[in-house]
């Protein structure tokens, strides 16, 4: 079974932390509706959707992604580059132990799980303004002995590596190459962003479909082009909040 954890929009999103776009307002009525759909997309692609209730005092909290990084052997538990998400880790810590052994992330190391790309046996983890490189080495002591092959991979421009490049096929990644280095993810198969949309290398691939912001629509015919099968989602209130498809949840199985 392939299980989606997501948890509700907190009120208080309107607070929530930006680092590369200004502050704008967010109708918080309008982004919950697109979390709904969003979930709903999740249950259409063959997820279980376990909701967790919104948190009101935590106002980045929706971003699920970013507090674990679930493998088929273990979890490992972040430690948010932001100081304000650290107290988000506890309500997602107590769901995953439900579901695998956990590692934790300690101090003074950071990284969010929206940094880290599982392709395979490959993980890589982007070095961005919220992880840092003790984060990259405890990730390293948490997944090589498991046989994953864990590298630091540069971003720029962004806030997080899946911010720049997304996973959209088996080997398959989606890219904006002036925030990343292809060079950096190994001998890959690419499809670069339209130019125009810096900000549409975000995809969540599940199965054999694309969960993709419907946006970008000039990315979304590169990916048709390409074969790549997709299901398009409206997350722009959220994504005034820096998000994409990826963050609003986190994907396993059981």
Request: hydrophobic share 40%; proline share 6%.
């Amino acid at each position: 079974m392939t299980v989606a954890l997501t948890r509700g929009v907190s009120p208080s999103i309107v607070r929530c932390e930006l680092t590369h776009l200004e502050r704008e307002p967010i109708d918080v009525g309008v982004a919950e509706e697109q979390h709904r759909l969003y979930e709903t997309a999740l249950s259409e692609l063959g997820c279980s959707v376990r909701a967790l209730p919104a948190e009101p005092d935590m106002p980045d909290s929706v971003f699920v992604e970013d507090i674990a990084v679930v493998v088929e052997e273990m979890a490992l538990v972040t430690r948010p580059g932001a100081p304000s998400r650290r107290a988000e880790t506890p309500g997602i810590e107590s769901v995953m132990r439900e579901y695998r052994s956990l590692e934790y992330v300690s101090g003074p190391g950071t990284i969010d799980g929206g940094d880290v790309l599982v392709v395979g046996r490959d993980i890589y983890v982007g070095l961005s303004g919220r992880t840092n490189e003790g984060g990259l080495e405890q990730a390293r002591a948490a997944f090589e002995p498991f046989g994953y092959r864990v590298t630091g991979v540069p971003v720029s421009g962004c806030l997080h590596l899946k911010s720049a490049v997304g996973l959209v096929g088996p080997h398959t990644l989606l890219i904006n190459g002036r925030w990343v280095d292809k060079g950096s993810l190994g001998d890959r198969e690419f499809i670069d962003i339209d130019p125009s949309e810096p900000g549409a290398a975000g995809g969540l691939l599940i199965g054999d479909t694309v969960l993709y912001p419907a946006r970008f629509v000039r990315t979304l015919d590169r990916l048709a082009a390409a074969g790549i099968r997709t299901r398009t989602v409206e997350l722009s209130e959220l994504a005034k909040a820096e998000a994409g498809v990826t963050c609003c949840s986190l994907v396993f199985t059981t």
